[in-house]
């Protein structure tokens, strides 16, 4: 069904509006691609673009370090050794000894395998030089999230793209080593000597120490020789999109957050960079996942009203997490029910999604609005859905010419698809004169086509979902098991599904914890945080429910209070929570790593 039926709708609504409607994404709402990704993969890419301006095209790790194949951890130590990038690894033990180093600490495999002879397909950020090596081979397959990530901290007020290098602010894109907060902390002994936008032109101090993580990083980069070139070309863009989410308040949150972090712990050597990077992931997990479940409560208000809500008043889809992590079987329970919750609400967000795009390109190419009074779509759209939603709620003075045009698309493609003998585009379609709002009729009707004719079409927000869950991962916020979805009479012969749970892993618990225990403003000054005002923050800022229920789930009083006990006794474990007696108040969230400010202050003092 899949090309003939795309081909029906090209023939109705033409080539341009279906390549533009004909996807899973809408950018005005999220300026990402809602399918999997790795969020291990979005730091290095991150540096990349902040350093460049733009995004990456093919660098040469692969032709480096490959043998007779992909690169694989053993192609790589043979390499090293006979470039003598490192010395005293020529031995047998020694080469597996290297190997095993790279794979823990340096580099990642397929499937997160142990083999040696595995295709590499990951670098962490151990430092600034891991943005020369281009893993993931394609940018593409981060699906625009580092971009959006770089457009939120470089704040850049207009203009559709990123302008690089301009000498604006602290997380300036297109800038030299020395010139970027965030490329200065995770460039140690590093600098740019020549001209900015050399490839070559960033050098390592070699009189400098570093970590050997750090410094076999630094090695694999300079066998390469340069940092990867410049994305060019109409199927491989380069300017960096400058959008923001819909969801401003979960995007707005996402820069404090990330920006406090940062400013806080990532030089200085407040924290080792194992546990800042680890943490630093799960600040992009949280982040990400804000930003999508955000989307929900705004895109159904729209859908219903074409009005989006006031930045302050959207809600956050609530999450239960079960602060057991998975050990309690009620709690883990709970949680999968929240988990399905929000499934079933991302499933309902693709045709509303459609419907954007349709009156998107209803004002583009058929309506007679003075293109000088339309209100910009980035780098916020919301001044444009509110447009677009006047069309969909009839109060603008075009909304009937709109549902005119819907109805006539409507009646075409019914008689396409009967004449192509298309029956299941038939049926979607419905019968003539049952559409209430022709326009929800076929943007309903549009995206069960494109579910039906893609793999897994259904699946890709809750793919993307997944990934920005990191779903299994030590430093996640999700986990899922195999269950039986529907059971039939003979034992053994349910379907089979996967339920999800949101937990609380340690690394997630000690970024929220150091990212709250300093205040937004500025200085980052430490703030006196107590255990209940700690709650209330995941409650109202990300929509995590942990001693409370969620107002679209009823959770016994037991449950709450045993999972908030769970809470708190892995707080006192992990050394964040101090209290003298039992009173709440007095329970209070301190850190584990001193921030480098006040690490500086008391070095001044001494």
């Not at 219903?304 to 006031?310: D, H, Q, W």
């Not at 609005?369 to 939603?389: C, E, F, H, V």
């Not at 379609?429 to 494109?450: K, Q």
């Not at 209290?579 to 001494?606: F, H």
Request: one cysteine or more.
């Amino acid at each position: 069904m899949a090309n003939e039926t795309r081909q029906v709708v090209e023939s109705v609504l033409g080539s341009q509006m279906t390549s533009q409607i004909w996807t899973s994404t809408y950018p005005p709402v999220f300026p990402f691609v809602p399918q999997d990704f790795s969020v291990g993969a979005v730091l290095p890419m991150m540096l990349y673009l902040f350093r460049w301006g733009n995004r990456r095209g093919k660098g040469k790790f692969a032709a480096t370090y490959s043998g007779d194949g992909a690169p694989t951890i053993s192609s790589t130590v043979d390499r090293l050794i006979s470039d003598g990038a490192v010395e005293g690894f020529d031995t047998a033990s020694g080469r597996a000894i290297l190997g095993d180093f790279l794979l823990t600490s340096i580099l990642e495999n397929r499937r997160h395998s142990e083999s040696h002879n595995e295709q590499i397909q990951r670098c962490f950020a151990n430092h600034y030089y891991a943005s020369w090596i281009d893993l993931p081979v394609s940018a593409a397959h981060l699906r625009g999230v580092p971009e959006m990530v770089t457009a939120l901290l470089s704040n850049q007020a207009e203009g559709k793209t990123i302008d690089p290098f301009t000498d604006r602010g602290r997380y300036r894109v297109g800038a030299r080593i020395e010139d970027n907060d965030l490329l200065r902390a995770l460039a140690p002994a590093t600098s740019t000597t020549g001209m900015k936008s050399d490839l070559r032109s960033d050098e390592l101090d070699e009189s400098v120490p570093l970590p050997l993580d750090q410094l076999l990083t630094v090695r694999l980069a300079q066998g390469c020789g340069e940092a990867p070139a410049k994305a060019v070309g109409r199927n491989n863009p380069g300017p960096i999109p400058n959008q923001r989410p819909i969801a401003v308040r979960a995007g707005s949150n996402f820069r404090d957050d990330l920006l406090v972090f940062l400013d806080c712990y990532a030089g200085g050597g407040s924290m080792p960079r194992s546990a800042f990077l680890q943490m630093l992931e799960s600040a992009i997990a949280i982040g990400l996942t804000s930003i999508l479940t955000g989307s929900v409560d705004i895109m159904n208000r729209w859908a219903t009203s074409g009005v989006l809500p006031e930045a302050d008043k959207a809600m956050q889809f609530p999450l239960f997490f079960d602060c057991s992590s998975g050990s309690d079987p009620a709690l883990r329970a709970t949680s999968e029910e929240s988990g399905f919750l929000l499934r079933q609400a991302l499933n309902r967000l693709p045709a509303i999604l459609m419907h954007a795009r349709l009156l998107d390109q209803y004002v583009h190419s058929e309506s007679e609005i003075d293109r000088s009074k339309r209100p910009p779509s980035s780098p916020d759209a919301t001044a444009w859905l509110n447009l677009t939603g006047s069309l969909l709620n009839g109060s603008h003075e075009e909304a009937r010419d709109a549902r005119r045009h819907f109805s006539r698309c409507l009646r075409k493609l019914r008689d396409a698809a009967e004449e192509a003998d298309d029956s299941e585009l038939r049926l979607l379609l419905g019968d003539e004169g049952s559409d209430g709002d022709p326009g929800r009729a076929l943007a309903e009707a549009l995206s069960a086509a494109f579910t039906a004719s893609s793999n897994n079409g259904k699946e890709y927000l809750n793919q993307f979902l997944s990934s920005a869950l990191m779903i299994d991962e030590v430093n996640g916020l999700g986990k899922r098991r195999k269950v039986t979805i529907h059971q039939t009479r003979r034992k053994g012969q349910g379907r089979a599904g996967d339920a999800l749970s949101f937990v609380m892993t340690n690394p997630v618990i000690e970024y929220l914890v150091h990212r709250h225990i300093r205040k937004t403003g500025k200085g980052r000054k430490e703030r006196p945080l107590s255990y209940p005002d700690f709650l209330t923050i995941l409650r109202e800022r990300y929509g995590f429910f942990i001693d409370r229920a969620p107002p679209n789930l009823a959770v016994p009083s037991e449950l709450l209070q045993r999972n908030r006990r769970m809470f708190e006794r892995r707080l006192r474990d992990l050394g964040l929570l101090a209290g003298v007696n039992d009173a709440e108040r007095m329970k209070k969230i301190k850190w584990r790593y001193q921030a480098q400010q006040d690490a500086q202050a008391e070095g001044q003092t001494a």
